[in-house]
T-cell receptor, first 114, second 112 residues
Framework: KAGVTQTPRYLIKTRGQQVTLSCSPISGHRSVSWYQQTPGQGLQFLFEYFSETQRNKGNFPGRFSGRQFSNSRSEMNVSTLELGDSALYLC?????????????FGPGTRLTVL | DQQVKQNSPSLSVQEGRISILNCDYTNSMFDYFLWYKKYPAEGPTFLISISSIKDKNEDGRFTVFLNKSAKHLSLHIVPSQPGDSAVYFCAATYNQGGKLIFGQGTELSVKP
């Protein structure tokens, strides 16, 4: 069974630009969560989608948004990029809920903002 | 507001010895705790979990202990192996929510 895939793996953008990251969950998984990993901050929860609806949201500004499609694939978008947005963005999928089913992570997208 | 804290950014142990990774939390509503392991250039992988109704859970070389009164959990790895060298994250959740709160991670180095 294929794992969680994320594209692209690496991305370089400049301040003020916007970016879209993509995540394909494991087949059959309906919950997709997004996390931001920065040194010293660990993994910070961005949002979780289930059946095309945002079910949970972390404490990030409105520049961070996401969506989920009917096939459970998810995208996250960051607008008006700032230097501090440089991070590893991880996507994770689970059957129904990351708190009750094992959550499987993708390899992440490394975003660098110059 | 860091609800889950791993105060040791790094830990170094000898192969064959015990590794103890610690995690503290502040939210008494948390009812489920998990440990994840992360190698460089890979996403985290689930290691072991514990419900708040238990105080210990074992899986092979890995044991997680939960002390609810102290709001503290620990992961014991016995015996430690060089392949255990990775970053370990603890995470917590509550109220059957879909949100996991992660700590900052502890980098474990197991030396041969």
């Amino acid at each position: 069974k294929a794992g969680v895939t994320q594209t692209p793996r690496y991305l370089i953008k400049t301040r003020g630009q916007q970016v879209t990251l993509s995540c394909s969950p494991i087949s059959g998984h309906r919950s997709v969560s997004w996390y931001q990993q920065t040194p010293g901050q660990g993994l910070q929860f961005l949002f979780e989608y289930f059946s095309e609806t945002q079910r949970n949201k972390g404490n990030f500004p409105g520049r961070f948004s996401g969506r989920q499609f009917s096939n459970s694939r998810s995208e996250m978008n960051v607008s008006t990029l700032e230097l501090g947005d440089s991070a590893l963005y991880l996507c994770a999928s689970s059957l129904t809920s990351p708190s009750h089913n094992e959550q499987f992570f993708g390899p992440g997208t490394r975003l660098t903002v110059l | 507001d860091q609800q889950v804290k791993q105060n040791s950014p790094s830990l170094s142990v000898q192969e064959g010895r015990i590794s103890i990774l610690n995690c503290d939390y502040t939210n008494s509503m948390f009812d489920y705790f998990l440990w994840y392991k992360k190698y460089p250039a890979e996403g985290p992988t689930f290691l072991i979990s514990i419900s708040s109704i238990k105080d210990k859970n074992e899986d092979g070389r890995f044991t997680v202990f939960l002390n609810k009164s102290a709001k503290h959990l620990s992961l014991h790895i016995v015996p430690s192996q060089p392949g255990d060298s990775a970053v370990y994250f603890c995470a917590a959740t509550y109220n059957q929510g879909g949100k996991l709160i992660f700590g900052q991670g502890t980098e474990l180095s197991v030396k041969p």
